[in-house]
């Protein structure tokens, strides 16, 4: 939970988002003191492009073939393939190098039931930690005061 940003604060209220025991000190509540953190961490989902799919021949595909010896995909990001492989994955995501390629709707079809080729739009997700700075109304020393910590968190 995060305090207020107007209205009335009492020291429960900072208590109750910060911690601590009865009897409560003013001087435990500096930033980057005992309980109130200068920054927070975290995970984030990492998307490029960061909305919709993104397609470029060649550029950022996922290519499925086939013929008479079997299927076989390619993925291409930054005009780069990622992995190539010969067998009958029908999967819609592929995982490598702390990337997930999640395939996307079809854009082209070359071929017949013989044989041919499907490209796909792609995007790649990965989680990556997150550090976010908090709390910077509240003095790490000086004089503090109550209204200081409107917005002030925890977490």
């Known amino acids: 939970m995060t305090l207020p940003k107007s209205g009335s604060l009492s020291f429960s209220d900072l208590m109750n988002e910060f911690g601590d025991q009865k009897p409560i000190s003013f001087s435990d509540y500096y930033r980057k ?17 960061s909305s919709g799919w993104s397609f ?19 993925l291409h990001w930054a005009g780069s393939k990622v992995v190539s492989l010969n067998s009958d994955f029908n999967g819609k995501s592929y995982t490598r190098g702390g990337w997930t390629y999640h395939r996307g709707s079809e854009r082209d ?3 017949d039931r013989y044989g041919g080729l499907v490209r796909y739009a792609l995007y790649r997700a990965r989680r990556v930690d997150t550090t976010t700075k908090v709390n910077q109304s509240i003095p790490a020393s000086g004089k503090l005061s109550i209204s200081q910590f409107y917005g002030g968190r925890s977490s």
Not at 37 to 48: S, Y
Not at 56 to 74: A, I, N, P, R
């Open 33 to 49: 003191g005992k309980y109130v953190p200068n920054t927070i961490g975290g995970m984030q989902v990492q998307r490029q492009p």
């Open 109 to 111: 079809r070359w071929g």
């Open 56 to 74: 470029s021949k060649l550029k950022y595909d996922w290519m499925v073939s086939w013929d008479d010896y079997g299927d076989y995909f390619d």
